[in-house]
Every structure is written in structure tokens, then in C-alpha cells.
């Protein structure tokens, strides 16, 4: 559904009302389109919080040169506006994987403080931290602070801006986290914000796992080893979205939905070049069905996008809609993918969930939903460690807050456009925000992010 505020704040009237009203005026976002693949607006500025060298230089610098933007390393004159123009910067990565003392969180805001004001609009501020050591109490709270710290500034930002947090977990290298830093420094990133993501050392390379495939630099499988995904609830809207983000990036698309959105799902498969699964996932034998859908029973990418609402407030909830939504939203997750591992189906491959800020903050009405979507966070968290130990498998979630579909255009106006201005871009998010972020999860280069819960929410305010 068309955000019309968002087009009026564009406007001559608008533009001059906002302004004398104080009212959010969200920017028009800048996502991926092959027009615009890449961040605008200036060079990649990479600089170091610490005296100490960070992480890697020769793996960081190859890591940023795989953005596609200019990079200028360590170069202050920058920040400064003394370059060409006035200086302006479409990114900013900043190395505190060094960090270990609050003295030296200074670093942090002297590397910052003079070069936010020329951060171009939908430009991005990603920091590389480490994981808090419990054996050192001082490092560990200087590295803590980063998370609030950027948590705070993509509330400041504005214009579009983002802001996240990359940990480096020990023994990692940085070129663990190539992937990551690839996609929140682009336009796919668009609608995340606030996040903090951590990657290891732990988990296959693209390539190496069992029956993996190769790549093409991308994410996407070579002509001869292409990748074969499975993506539930694909008939609309997200489901959509995520099957079509999948196959442009080569993968073969299994497009599983409930027989009653045949029509559909097979003219989505149709387009894709993928194949239609008319399937109710709450099925007994669902797992089993889709082990026979597979060419050579084994599968690249699962993506658990399948799920319903049945809102009522808890007094007024009858026993079948509880059961229902838990059901489909998280009873079938666990089954389907129990099933798969046990078949062996699953096997360097990616799992990726899909969860909702619901679950973290809760909603009236929904306890139903957010019981089920707060436990798919548990499920990821709980199964990624096995998992990848035993199957060289990743597992990780996206939680997506306000996204323009359908369902969300059905609610009453009021809540709907509190639901749109409730976070930090002041705006709501597209189904193919949420693909992106799958996307980025499926990739074979983002082996070492295992038990991630994404949200894909603008920074919402609720929750965490």
C-alpha cells in the first residue's frame, strides 16, 4: 500500500509544514535495483578507533573493496571535508575491534563527531567490534558500550541514515565477516538499522561443505552447481518477494504454499523458473513430501516464511485460534525441519526463520502470534550451534517489524500509521526488505553468522 505522508513530505507544502510543525519526514529510501546497486554519495570512509591496529588490514581492505564504493582508509582530512566538493561520505566503517578500555571509546566519537553532518542521505555507519571477553571485565564493558552507543545513533541519524554493530567472536578473521559487511554497506540494507550482528570462525567456507555449491561472487551458485531453495508460504507478498530475491541470484526455487493458493503459487513458480509445491506445511507428512520434491533429496536454502494471525486478546481467545497460529507459525518449523535434518537433506546448507518483532516486544491481541515468533527465536538459537557442528548448517532468523503488505494495509489507519512512523526512518518497510535480509542469510559466503535473530524493522521503537 502507498504511503501517501511519505509523498506529501516531498512535496513544496509538504516539505514547509513538516518543518513548521515538527513532523517525521521520511526519506525516500535508497534499496537495490540494478540501476543503483551500489551506496551514492561519496567514497567508503574506513577508520581506526585505537592507536592499535584493528583487525586484519589486507582482509578488511579486500572485504570493503567488495562493497563497490571509492574506499579511503584512515584518512581524517576526510571526515574533516577538506576533500573534493564538500567532503561528503557515503559510508563510514569504523574499527574498534581493538577497543578494550572505556578510555579508549573516545576514539569512537573523535572518528564520528566531525563527519556525521556530511554523511550522505541513506548512507551508513557501520562499526566492527569484538565480542565482550568474560575473562576481562574492562574490555568487556568497553566493547558493551558499542551496542548502546550505535543503538543511539540510528535514532539521531535521520535523512535515511543506518547504523549497526558488527562483533567479531574469537578466533574470527575479518574475512568471516565479508559477507556482512557487504550487505549492510549497500542498498539491500535499507530498512536495518540498529542491529548488532556477530560472526565466528566456526562453519564451512562457501564451497567446502558437503555437496556445496561454488560462486559466482554474489551469493549465487555457478551454472553447473546450482542452488536449490525451498521457501514456504511463497505465494504472495514476502514469501514472494524472498522466492524471487533467491532465484535472480541463480538458486532453483521450490514455492511452497497451501493448496488453496494453487493459482498463485504456480504462476509465481512459473515466473521464477522454479517449481510450485501446493502443500500444507502443518501436514503430518509434509517433511516427508518435500524429501521426495527434491531432484537429489538434499536442499541449499529453507526458508520458514509460512504464518498466520488469529488476533484476539487472550480472554476472548478461543482454544482453536491459539492452536492454530502456534501450529502453522512454529509447531510446523520445528517438524519440517526435524524431518529434513533427519533425512539428511540439510547439509551445508542455510535455514532461515522467520520471527517478528512481536516476539520480542509483544502486541496486544497477539499473544497467540508473538508466543509462536518468540519461539522461533529459541529454535534458532538453540538448534544453530548443533546444527552447524553436525551438519555444517547455519540457522538464523529475520525479524521483520512494519512491512507494507496486504495485512498491514487492512489495519484500521491510526494504528497503521503508528505502525509506519514507530522507528527510526519514520516509515514502513518493503516485502523485499525482508528478502534482502534472507538473501544475505542464504548466501554460501555468510557461513560464519549461525544463530542470528535480523530484525528488519527501521529500528522500531518497541522491544528491543
Not at 520458514?304 to 502453522?328: E, F, K, Q, S, Y
Amino acid at each position: 500500500m502507498a504511503d501517501r505522508y511519505l509523498r506529501w513530505t516531498h512535496t513544496g507544502p509538504g516539505r514547509f509544514l513538516t518543518r513548521r510543525l515538527g513532523l517525521p519526514r521520511p526519506e525516500v529510501l535508497h534499496r537495490w535495483t540494478a540501476e543503483r546497486p551500489t551506496l551514492e554519495g561519496g567514497p567508503l570512509l574506513h577508520l581506526t578507533a585505537t592507536a592499535t591496529e584493528g583487525c586484519g588490514r589486507k582482509e578488511l581492505r579486500e572485504a570493503l573493496d567488495g562493497c563497490g564504493l571509492p574506499v579511503v582508509h584512515g584518512r581524517t582530512d576526510v571526515a574533516h571535508g577538506r576533500t573534493d566538493g564538500e567532503g561528503r561520505v557515503a559510508a563510514v566503517l569504523v574499527d574498534a575491534t581493538a577497543l578494550g578500555t572505556v578510555a579508549e571509546l573516545s576514539g569512537v566519537h573523535a572518528s564520528l563527531h566531525p563527519l556525521l553532518r556530511r554523511l550522505a542521505p541513506c548512507g551508513r555507519v557501520v562499526l566492527l567490534g569484538a565480542r565482550p571477553a568474560p575473562d576481562d571485565h574492562h574490555q568487556a564493558a568497553a566493547q558493551q558500550a558499542l551496542e548502546g552507543f550505535v543503538r543511539s545513533l540510528g535514532k539521531e541519524l535521520g535523512r535515511g541514515r543506518t547504523a549497526n554493530l558488527v562483533r567479531l567472536a574469537p578466533p574470527a578473521r575479518v574475512d568471516s565477516a565479508a559477507s556482512t559487511l557487504r550487505f549492510l554497506l549497500s542498498p539491500r540494507s535499507a530498512f536495518v538499522s540498529g542491529q548488532v550482528i556477530e560472526v565466528t570462525a566456526e562453519g564451512h567456507a562457501p564451497g567446502t561443505a558437503d555437496g556445496g555449491t561454488t560462486e559466482n561472487g554474489d551469493g549465487s551458485g555457478s551454472g553447473e552447481g546450482r542452488r536449490l531453495a525451498l521457501v514456504t508460504g511463497a505465494a504472495r507478498g514476502i514469501g514472494e518477494q524472498i522466492a524471487g530475491r533467491l532465484a535472480r541470484e541463480g538458486a532453483h526455487v521450490l514455492c511452497l504454499d497451501v493448496e488453496q493458493a494453487a493459482d498463485d503459487l504456480t504462476r509465481v513458480a512459473d515466473r521464477l523458473g522454479g517449481t510450485a509445491l501446493p502443500l500444507d506445511i502443518t501436514a503430518g507428512d509434509a517433511g516427508a513430501r518435500i524429501v521426495e520434491a527434491l531432484p537429489d533429496g538434499r536442499l541449499d536454502v529453507l526458508v520458514h516464511n509460512a504464518g498466520i494471525t488469529r488476533d484476539r486478546r487472550l480472554v476472548n481467545m478461543p482454544a482453536d485460534r491459539w492452536a492454530g497460529v502456534l501450529d502453522v507459525n512454529l509447531a510446523s518449523v520445528l517438524r519440517t525441519t526435524d524431518h529434513l535434518l533427519a533425512a539428511g537433506a540439510l547439509r551445508g546448507s542455510r535455514v532461515v526463520a522467520t520471527a517478528s518483532i512481536a516476539g520480542i516486544a509483544g502486541n496486544v491481541g497477539q499473544t497467540n502470534y508473538a508466543a509462536s515468533k518468540a519461539g522461533v527465536i529459541g529454535f534458532v538459537r538453540a538448534l544453530a550451534p548443533r546444527a552447524r557442528a553436525e551438519h555444517a548448517t547455519t540457522v538464523n532468523a529475520v525479524a521483520p517489524g512494519f512491512i507494507e503488505t496486504k495485512m498491514t494495509a487492512a489495519v484500521p489507519f491510526v494504528i497503521r500509521e503508528a505502525g509506519r512512523r514507530m522507528n527510526s526512518l519514520s516509515q514502513g518497510g518493503q516485502p523485499l526488505d525482508v528478502a534482502e535480509t534472507v538473501a544475505w542469510l542464504a548466501e554460501p559466503a555468510s557461513h560464519a553468522v549461525n544463530g542470528q535473530t535480523v530484525r528488519v524493522c527501521g529500528q522500531s521503537l518497541l522491544g528491543a
